[in-house]
């Protein structure tokens, strides 16, 4: 696992613990119940750097969300709740 979510409960950003590793890209998609994507993000990040802000995601409705990411070849599913 390279990313660890502070909380699976978000309002508008989303805020994980990232392992060290050497490649740097990082993707996420968030989609939502039906499985349409809401969201899309693809960055750098610094192959030392531990916390990740994903921010502007206060426009999706409230609801259940899933959670893709990939680093590098690594890939990660986790359910999401935005709340009030």
């Given at each position: 696992?390279?990313?660890?979510?502070?909380?699976?409960?978000?309002?508008?950003?989303?805020?994980?613990?990232?392992s060290?590793?050497?490649?740097?890209?990082?993707r996420?998609?968030l989609?939502?119940?039906?499985?349409?994507?809401?969201?899309?993000?693809?960055?750098?990040?610094?192959?030392?750097?531990?916390?990740?802000?994903?921010?502007?995601?206060?426009?999706l409705?409230?609801?259940?969300?899933?959670?893709?990411?990939?680093?590098?070849?690594?890939?990660?599913?986790?359910?999401?709740?935005?709340?009030?």
């Open positions: 696992m390279f990313a660890k979510l502070k909380s699976q409960m978000f309002i508008d950003t989303l805020t994980f613990e990232l060290e590793t050497s490649n740097p890209s990082l996420a998609v989609k939502d119940e039906s499985g349409i994507v809401c969201s899309m993000l693809d960055t750098t990040v610094e192959p030392s750097q531990k916390v990740f802000r994903w921010n502007g995601l206060n426009d409705p409230y609801g259940i969300y899933t959670l893709q990411l990939w680093r590098g070849t690594e890939e990660q599913l986790v359910r999401l709740v935005k709340r009030v």
